[in-house]
């Protein structure tokens, strides 16, 4: 993703919290309308890929794997496992959670 311009602004964590109540109050059909257009195709792209590379890691798939389905190179592979590795255990509990259901789906 495009780099965010690294001036602070005034009540910056006000905002970021500001920006998450306002998605959870439109229903899921909205979310997606405004990300839809808040975002770039491009950008929609790689956080797709981001999210989907972190299922595959939880579900220890092979960074040769990975690269091959995605077209990443290694080293976004190992920053994002970076991050895993460094990440609250609740995250960890959300992709489990997203990932079992995408198996769920997958037998249907």
Do not use: C
């Amino acid at each position: 993703m495009p780099k965010v311009s690294q001036k602070q602004v005034k009540g910056e964590e006000h905002l970021i919290q500001k920006f998450w109540e306002d998605i959870n109050v439109v229903s899921p059909a909205e979310r997606m309308t405004y990300f839809e257009h808040l975002l770039t195709p491009t950008e929609v792209m790689m956080l797709a890929k981001r999210a989907a590379i972190f299922k595959d890691l939880i579900n220890k798939r092979s960074y040769v794997d990975i690269s091959g389905e995605y077209g990443v190179g290694v080293n976004t592979i190992s920053r994002l496992s970076n991050t895993l590795h460094q990440a609250l255990p609740d995250f960890i509990v959300i992709l489990t959670k997203l990932s079992s259901k995408d198996e769920k789906k997958s037998w249907f």
